[in-house]
């Protein structure tokens, strides 16, 4: 029973996020919800800025793909976790893990850059607004959107190969909702000090590379906006980035607290909860936060509204 990396594990045993039996249901129902609350958010914010002229600018073609990839994003984890809560087995293959954990880390790393790219934009919208037509011209988006998969791409081969060099041998149940690398790491029984050098050196240097032009675009349209003397203008300006700077911080935040500690020490409940927060609850509260907040998109769906309404009545 030994694979082509010397490895005597076929499969993983999921364990889920809790083992007490009369939390299952209650919590199968609660992440069922969300997902449907995420899938319906993001697939509605998916296809409102599609068929939506007024939608149909740089800001929005960003907001379509952190949407479509917040939409990949939770149904990579959530599916798989809610049979946890159903089954007495959560069993998934070897192949099937390390396929889990490449297309979960495409969509993650995809995420960071791709608010990266979305705070670059209002950055031009509102420093530089004479010339964001040519700065951020279609040409340019898509090439932005290109490099934020590559990444996403190259950073999950990064991080699988290195999972697929070690060895698994014994215990075989993970102590997590799904196949994530810090409880991987604690299961292989060959040395880990490279996969785990290479986890905080890589969030790291994405955190520093994302999270740098963040912080010096938001400076700069911090600025900016208190030079407007319109308090009207002041207040739109504000409205189109403080729903973005909030999506930042608390995706970071937890990213940042779950990775760059060492396996050896890291509380399981702490990785849990803070992956909850980035896999789950943040996916979920995107569409929404980004949909409410912003005026353009309420009054794209009242169009829509108006104009559905006026068709099903003929």
């Known amino acids: 029973m030994i694979t082509g990396n010397h490895s005597m594990v076929t499969d993983f ?17 609660l992440f069922f919800q969300i997902y449907i609350i995420s899938m319906m958010g993001n697939v509605g914010l998916l ?6 002229s007024q939608l149909h600018a740089p800001m929005y073609y960003f907001l379509s ?28 293959s070897y192949s099937g893990c390390l396929t889990q954990f490449f297309f979960f880390s495409i969509f993650a790393i995809a995420d960071c850059y791709m608010l990266t790219s979305m705070a670059y934009d209002r950055y031009v919208a509102i420093c530089r ?14 090439l932005l959107v290109v490099g934020v998969y590559t990444m996403g791409i190259f950073g999950a081969i990064t991080h699988t190969s290195g ?14 909702y ?12 060959s040395s880990t000090y490279i996969s785990e050098l290479l986890v905080v050196l890589h969030v790291v240097i994405t955190s520093l590379i994302t999270t ?3 912080l010096i675009s938001y400076v700069l349209i911090l600025s900016s906006i208190l030079r407007i003397h319109s308090a009207k203008g002041r207040s739109k300006a504000f409205s189109t980035c403080g729903s ?16 760059c500690q060492p396996a050896s020490t890291s509380n399981i409940i702490e990785q849990k909860v803070s992956s909850v927060i980035y896999t789950i609850i943040i996916p979920m509260l995107n569409p929404w936060i980004y949909s409410l907040r912003n005026k353009d998109v309420k009054d794209a769906l009242k169009k829509f509204r108006k104009e559905w309404r006026i068709s099903w009545c003929k």
């Open 129 to 142: 607004p004479l010339t964001y037509n040519s700065a951020m011209s279609q040409n340019i988006c898509f």
């Open 13 to 29: 045993i999921l364990m889920g996020l809790t083992d007490q039996p009369e939390l299952q249901l209650p919590l199968f129902l």
């Open 212 to 214: 740098l032009p963040v």
């Open 244 to 259: 973005h700077l909030a999506s930042v911080v608390v995706l970071y935040g937890s990213i940042i607290f779950m990775y």
């Open 65 to 92: 793909n952190l949407s479509f990839v917040d939409l990949c994003y939770s149904s990579v984890i959530i599916p798989k976790m809610l049979v946890s809560f159903v089954s007495e087995k959560n069993i998934i």
């Open 178 to 189: 799904f196949c994530d690398i810090s409880p991987l790491l604690k299961l292989s029984c």
């Open 47 to 52: 296809l409102l800025i599609r068929i939506s």
């Open 163 to 176: 999972l697929a060099r070690l060895s698994f041998c014994g215990n075989n149940v993970i102590s997590h």
